[in-house]
């Protein structure tokens, strides 16, 4: 649920309530895979020999490489023999789909699941501005959406909403609804926003005839009424470009967030029938 108050808001407290709120399956990859090799060592050394004939040396090895084959594809020997060369550290490796990312510097290059090929995708910012606007994390961790959805199914903790009119939210239920969106949900469409938590829920239901309903998720998987639910998208781009950004070895990168928006809320693509409903008394 959203409009948690901008200027009471702390930072660090709601970045761990935002990483505690993964529902994710993955792991969050904060160093390079010890085990995870690129190329074959000895197939590596003989490019660097190959490339030092052909000057590329010290630490501006990988970056003259780039500029002079700039837009060209580089293959996985010549990466990794042009990373020795200049001393730098990689971090990265494979994503759950199998597209490999590594990030050397100011360099971020991605590898098709399967290829040997990698193409130089600029640096972090360029890279991960590149998939917010294609809005293509599931090309890295596959449907996250249903991911959600099957997680939050499979244990379904009870959820609250807010309202400003009770007897008839308990009379006929909870219908969805477009009213209430913000411009970093307008994609969202018509949908019921619940929260678990109360404090939050407790904000929508406060005026006179209102308060909170809970809904009692057990009884409806039980019967079958298992409606699709996700997260808020700000909510799904912070997570998965933290990610992203810890899997590259960014431990200290902390995306930017709309500050209304509550790691919490679980949108319900559905209706809730009233008979889910019990009123929460103080």
Known sequence: MSHVDPDNIDHESYVNRATQALKKNYKVEKKKDASFKIADASAVEQRASELAKEEYEGESALNDWCDENYGDAIDEVTLMALIQISGAEWHGGPFPTGITVVRVGDHV???ANG??????????????????????????????DEEFNNDFWESPPPLLHG?????????SGLAPSSDTRGIDNRSVGAAVFTTTEESIAEEYGSSEGGGIVRIN???MKKDGDTPFVAEEPPIVEYEYTRNIAH????????????SGMDPNTVIVHGKIDPKYLTEVTN
């Open 109 to 111: 290059f991605e590898a």
């Open 115 to 144: 290829s040997k090929e990698f193409e130089d995708e600029g640096d972090f910012d360029s890279f991960i501005s590149n998939i917010l606007f294609n809005d293509s994390f599931h090309e890295y961790y596959g449907p996250i």
């Open 163 to 171: 309202t400003n009119d009770l007897e008839a939210v308990l009379r």
């Open 217 to 219: 998720t057990e009884a």
């Open 247 to 258: 899997h590259l070895g960014m431990d200290e990168y902390e995306p930017d967030i709309e």
